[in-house]
């Protein structure tokens, strides 16, 4: 597809300014240490655009020296290795000063792809001085390629931090315990016809919302074409009655409870009571009123959450039973109604807005994922978790695969069956820092995110075909399942980091999670084999073919750089107690080993053309270097070798 070449310069908020070629010499040639010229940020307007869209970025610019500068700069727009579009525009910027350039694009008129923009500057010798990228994502729903942000703060607008959610391409928003979390009813703030009667209310922690601030927030997501899900739990009610209790509770059965004078008690946590999903009468009460508040606050859908699964229950139908006994009592785990409870809310009250489910330590994620929810999302936990990762098998049946949540390996795994049994993407909320919050909680110091543990879980989550929950609220990073808790900040590096991986999942996300399947080839790096599953202090690499797409006959090689972390599991200081002291900060990850100029063999029958390597990381930040092939055989095969020059952290190897 071919555009138009066009020169363009626009001054945010100013005058629209054209120079001549002849102008900008003369001014160029005037000014000093051009170098120092300095991109600083790269924005567009929206999150997410539709087909034949227009979308005006906005390049801030940053003058260090004590004159003016001027000169050149290019913008240009990439699909994958094809260039679509290119800008030529001019700036000036005055002494000690920035300035935000507007430039104006339209985009093509095909649905569901991502895209790279690479913004360069150049002096007076049409040297470039300076370097950024950023992407777009052009879909028509949210449903392909999600990504879930998250907002926990409901009693004051904030433009400011709501802008940086739509810098960061977050294109769902998880609203975090906006409810009521005090009401003797379903803590919801209308009555039963969706009309708003209550402007104020406390939330589950006792923290202020505002209805007009959500309902604010919410129009304001809309406009960067983002979509707000309303967080709420499916079954659990704040002090109902006790006719609501008796028609609806879940009562304790197997593993937790206590048996008070000859009557079990009802299931609750806090001051929370938890219904039975499984019965029609509790389906209809909380869709209705969740489908209220949905419509009365403008948020898009519903985030229904759990609190995973408590063994056996049973409903307070056990009251009728004479014989109570598990072969005579409706006994039965939570997770397996999640299949049926999505389907019912789906059908009678979400036809037209969106459903996800959080099936808490994966535990149901089959029975979630394969429902009609829109998206499919999970909460893994670390620290020695229990929970078990599942796999579909030959057969199309699923079993245990007996590893812990808590393993990098865990993740692909989960991120890999939710696919092959749905087609979803799924999102994955791992807490890596969870064991390091509970412990500098104790200190009340302020203290930073560790990088190399939220990249490696960055990399194995997106490079598997997922996406991960934790950016929101502005610039915070998410801290633990508590998602108020700001303990760990984001320094400024691994907010550089963070967004250029924001970037790269957009602008890649038609080769990362838009039929790509495993295949089992074998992958060597400078005659070492690699193993497809991190197993500490090596590369890991797995390969993936792409099928059903336009780009049919594309393999991909990921590369996760573990070198340096002789660990499995993800969670930063997992296995420490939280009362035991923390070496090196706390840290239990660290930067990888950075490996330079090594040799990749990848065995294959396919005759690919060419091949490129890309990264989200310093050294590529999304751009693409070419790589040159080489055949063979050997006693394993055919294969295809190349060199690459740097790995950080995580590479995408391409062969087309």
């Given at each position: 597809m071919n555009f138009k070449k066009i020169m363009i310069i626009t001054v945010l908020f100013g005058s629209l300014s054209v120079m001549t070629g002849a102008q900008a010499d003369t001014l160029i040639e005037n000014s000093a240490d051009k170098k120092t010229i300095k991109i600083e940020k790269i924005t567009t307007d929206k999150a997410r655009y539709l087909p034949k869209d227009k979308v005006t970025t906005v390049i801030t610019v940053k003058n260090p020296a004590n004159v003016a500068q001027y000169g050149t700069g290019k913008l240009k727009m990439n699909y994958l290795e094809k260039e679509i579009s290119e800008l030529d525009f001019y700036y000036q910027v005055?002494?000690?000063?920035?300035?935000?350039?507007?430039?104006?694009?339209?985009?093509?008129?095909?649905?569901?792809?991502?895209?790279?923009?690479?913004?360069?500057?150049?002096?007076?010798?049409?040297?470039?001085?300076?370097?950024?990228?950023?992407?777009?994502?052009?879909?028509?729903?949210?449903?392909?390629f999600p990504r879930y942000g998250y907002l926990t703060s409901f009693d004051t607008f904030n433009q400011k931090n709501l802008e940086q959610m739509k810098d960061f391409h977050l294109n769902l928003i998880q609203n975090y315990d906006w409810y009521d979390g005090n009401s003797p009813q379903i803590p919801m703030p209308q009555d039963e016809n969706g009309t708003l009667n209550r402007k104020t209310w406390q939330n589950y922690m006792g923290k202020t919302v505002k209805a007009a601030t959500v309902i604010q927030q919410n129009d304001f997501f809309h406009q960067m074409n983002m979509q707000s899900m309303a967080y709420d739990m499916i079954y659990a009610m704040t002090n109902p009655l006790q006719s609501e209790l008796k028609s609806w509770g879940l009562m304790n059965f197997e593993n937790y409870g206590d048996y008070n004078g000859g009557q079990w008690n009802y299931f609750t946590i806090g001051k929370q009571f938890y219904m039975d999903i499984g019965l029609n009468g509790w389906r209809d009460f909380i869709g209705k009123n969740v489908k209220n508040a949905v419509e009365t606050l403008h948020f898009d859908g519903w985030h229904g959450d759990t609190i995973g699964e408590w063994g056996k229950h049973y409903n307070a139908s056990y009251q009728e039973v004479e014989d109570k006994t598990v072969e005579n009592v409706d006994a039965h785990l939570v997770s397996s109604q999640y299949f049926d409870f999505l389907n019912y809310q789906k059908e009678n009250f979400f036809q037209n807005k969106l459903l996800a489910l959080n099936p808490v330590g994966s535990i149901g994620l089959q029975n979630s994922v394969m429902s009609r929810s829109d998206i499919a999302y999970t909460e893994m936990w670390g620290n020695g978790s229990k929970d078990k990762a599942l796999k579909k098998n030959s057969d199309g049946s699923v079993t245990n695969t007996g590893v812990s949540t808590a393993t990098y390996q865990a993740l692909k795994d989960n991120i890999d069956l939710t696919r092959q049994l749905s087609g979803k993407s799924l999102i994955v909320a791992n807490y890596q820092e969870h064991n390091r919050v509970?412990?500098?909680?104790?200190?009340?110091?302020?203290?930073?995110?560790?990088?190399?543990?939220?990249?490696?879980?960055?990399?194995?989550?997106?490079?598997?075909?997922?996406?991960?929950?934790?950016?929101?609220?502005?610039?915070?990073?998410?801290?633990?399942?508590?998602?108020?808790?700001?303990t760990l900040k984001m320094d400024g590096d691994l907010l550089f980091s963070m967004q250029n991986y924001q970037n790269f999942q957009v602008a890649y996300q038609n080769l990362l999670r838009d039929g790509q399947e495993n295949n089992e080839n074998e992958i060597q790096m400078n005659g070492k084999v690699l193993l497809n599953k991190q197993a500490g202090n090596q590369v890991q690499a797995f390969a993936k073919s792409t099928t059903g797409t336009w780009e049919t006959g594309t393999d991909t090689i990921q590369l996760i750089n573990f070198v340096g972390n002789d660990l499995q599991e993800w969670e930063d200081g997992a296995g420490v107690?939280?009362?035991?002291?923390?070496?090196?900060?706390?840290?239990?990850?660290?930067?990888?080993?950075?490996q330079k100029d090594f040799t990749v063999k990848y065995y294959t029958n396919k005759n690919f053309k060419e091949a490129y390597v890309t990264s989200p990381d310093y050294d590529f930040q999304g751009k693409q270097q070419k790589l040159q092939l080489n055949f063979g055989s050997d006693e394993k095969g055919k294969y295809v070798e190349f060199k690459v020059s740097s790995l950080e952290y995580w590479d995408m190897v391409v062969l087309k």
């Open positions: 005055e002494a000690y000063s920035e300035k935000k350039l507007s430039l104006q694009f339209s985009l093509p008129a095909e649905d569901l792809k991502g895209y790279l923009l690479d913004v360069t500057l150049a002096d007076d010798d049409k040297k470039i001085v300076s370097e950024m990228t950023n992407a777009v994502d052009v879909s028509s729903n949210v449903t392909k509970k412990e500098w909680n104790k200190s009340g110091i302020e203290h930073s995110l560790n990088k190399a543990a939220m990249l490696l879980s960055e990399a194995e989550v997106v490079a598997s075909g997922g996406s991960r929950v934790s950016l929101g609220d502005g610039q915070n990073a998410l801290n633990s399942d508590y998602f108020p808790d700001k107690a939280a009362d035991d002291s923390f070496d090196n900060n706390g840290q239990h990850h660290f930067e990888p080993a950075y």
